[in-house]
């Protein structure tokens, strides 16, 4: 399967603990996407990288979240001191530069107790 | 932010009828795209378009971007139980992918066989 492949699919945790999500893009795409999303809404946007440059980030939602993409290749996306309101869907997309067309891996649910 | 005001908010129908759904946004967009999205799945690319006016099908499914670039349709002709699923509309302001797209809410639709 060559498609975006994102794990854990499921985590829970209790409140205060850290938790990190990994994305492996499809191959040959350039740009990975990070997008939230919580029951009844669409996909919300994070933060994206072109390669290793992380070209937005302003969007996330507060300083206890980060996102790395250090070759290149696979993405983590880390909330430190989770809250119950960090509860949702954390979405990996990736796409070839110039493209809309966002391919979506199946997310990590998250569930903070 | 930009917003995407999907309608209608859920649909049930026959099996066999036909489906319409649209998106409509205050501001210009340069891509539409419409995404499906199962039950803990992450949404898969249905549709997208570049140019107002377009029409594009595939399969089943037809949708248009709309001549003011505010707005896009989805239909689904002959419905079977298998198109059950979330739908959404994504725009994307810029032609460059530099800008990340924009979701609705999205389309709830329920096929009654």
């Known amino acids: 399967d060559t498609g975006v492949s994102q794990n854990p699919r499921h985590k829970i945790t209790k409140r205060g603990q850290n938790v990190t999500f990994r994305c492996d893009p499809i191959?040959?795409?350039?740009?990975l996407y990070w997008y939230r999303q919580t029951l009844g809404q669409g996909p919300e946007f994070l933060t994206y990288?072109?390669?290793?440059?992380?070209?937005?980030k302003s969007r996330l939602l507060s300083d206890r979240f980060s996102a790395e993409r250090p070759k290149g290749s696979f993405s983590t996306l880390e909330i430190q001191r989770t809250e119950q309101g960090d509860s949702a869907m954390y979405l990996c997309?990736?796409?070839?530069?110039?493209?809309?067309?966002?391919?979506f891996g199946e997310g990590s649910r998250l569930t903070v107790l | 932010g930009q917003q995407l005001n999907q309608s209608p908010q859920s649909m049930f129908i026959q099996e066999g009828e036909d489906v319409s759904m649209n998106c409509t946004s205050s501001s210009i967009f340069n891509t539409w795209l419409w995404y499906k999205q199962d039950p803990g799945e992450g949404p898969v690319l249905l549709i997208a378009?570049?140019?107002?006016?377009e029409l594009t099908s595939n399969g089943r499914l037809t949708a248009q971007f709309g001549i003011t670039r505010k707005d896009s349709f989805l239909n689904i002709s002959a419905s079977i139980p298998s198109d059950v699923g979330i739908y959404f509309c994504a725009g994307q302001l810029s032609d460059s992918g530099n800008t990340p797209l924009v979701f609705g809410k999205g389309t709830r639709l329920s096929v009654i066989a």
């Open positions: 990288f072109q390669n290793e440059a992380q070209l937005e």
């Open positions: 997309a990736s796409s070839l530069v110039l493209s809309g067309e966002l391919f």
């Open positions: 191959s040959e795409h350039n740009r």
């Open positions: 378009l570049y140019k107002a006016g």
